[in-house]
């Protein structure tokens, strides 16, 4: 009886696109994500241009992106995505404090929302699930959000922070990282004069009185954060 070799099907990898400007955690994410039998990192990208032009010419099965991008941040990105590419999945992957990032994101159309701290079997985890339809938190930010269910949002959004808009909360955060007005306009493709506007939105919110309290207030934060990346 002639000896035969048991041939197994090609399993299906599902491709992975990777939007980060930090080109050492990409690197890990592509040892980490190509290791895997079902998942291949088909591209990578260092801004938000870049990300969406991948996006567009590689046609991924899911996203892993940082919020953090030089010019328009990964909120921006996220929107764009789901206006041009409707329900292609995306996974946050941040350092940004997920009580004050995650549900904006989810607003805005995530399917799942970790933080870089995680372990990075958790990262795995989080893409399988998001594959299979389902939504990715972490057991902190899932009871938190359960919390606000049963006893309403009231203590929930005691920060001022959190009134701010997306658009105010990305140029709080720029100015936090030393950015000016004009390069903060520039990165963002808007006017010196709409950036202002915001800014007297963002002392409103917060009451601040001057610009000075402004640029202290938005240091302090971002230190408090971690820098924001």
Same mark, same amino acid.
């Given at each position: ?12 990898? *599902? ?8 080109? $050492? ?5 592509? %040892?980490?994500? *190509? ?30 992106? *940082? %919020?953090?991008?030089?010019?328009? !941040?990964?909120? !921006?990105?996220?929107? +764009? ?21 995650? +549900? ?25 699930? $998001? ?10 930010? &899932? ?25 105010? %909360? +990305?140029?709080?955060? %720029? ?8 390069? $903060?306009? *520039? +990165? ?30 938005? $240091?302090?934060? &971002? ?7």
């Amino acid at each position: 009886m002639p000896n035969r070799t048991a041939v197994s099907p090609a399993v299906k990898k *599902d491709r992975v696109l990777l939007i980060d400007d930090h080109p $050492i955690v990409r690197q890990g994410l592509a %040892l980490l994500i *190509d290791r895997e039998q079902d998942l291949a990192v088909c591209g990578e990208a260092d801004g938000a241009h870049t990300g969406l032009h991948a996006v567009a010419t590689l046609k991924p099965d899911l996203v892993v992106l *940082d %919020l953090s991008l030089s010019g328009p !941040d990964g909120l !921006d990105v996220l929107k +764009e995505i789901r206006l041009n590419s409707g329900s292609l999945p995306v996974l946050i992957l941040s350092m940004h404090d997920e009580s004050i990032y995650a +549900e904006r994101a989810l607003r805005a159309g995530a399917n799942g929302y970790i933080m870089k701290q995680e372990a990075t079997e958790k990262v795995l985890v989080a893409i399988r699930r $998001i594959l299979a339809g389902e939504v990715y938190l972490s057991e902190r930010l &899932t009871n938190a959000m359960l919390q606000q269910v049963v006893h309403g949002n009231a203590g929930a959004r005691n920060s001022p922070i959190l009134s701010l808009t997306d658009r105010e %909360l +990305e140029i709080f955060r %720029l100015i936090g990282e030393g950015h000016s007005t004009r390069r $903060i306009a *520039d +990165e963002l493709h808007l006017s010196v004069k709409t950036i202002e506007s915001h800014q007297a939105h963002i002392k409103e919110k917060l009451a601040l009185k001057n610009a000075r309290e402004l640029v202290q207030h938005a $240091i302090e934060w &971002t230190v408090s954060l971690g820098g924001g990346y």
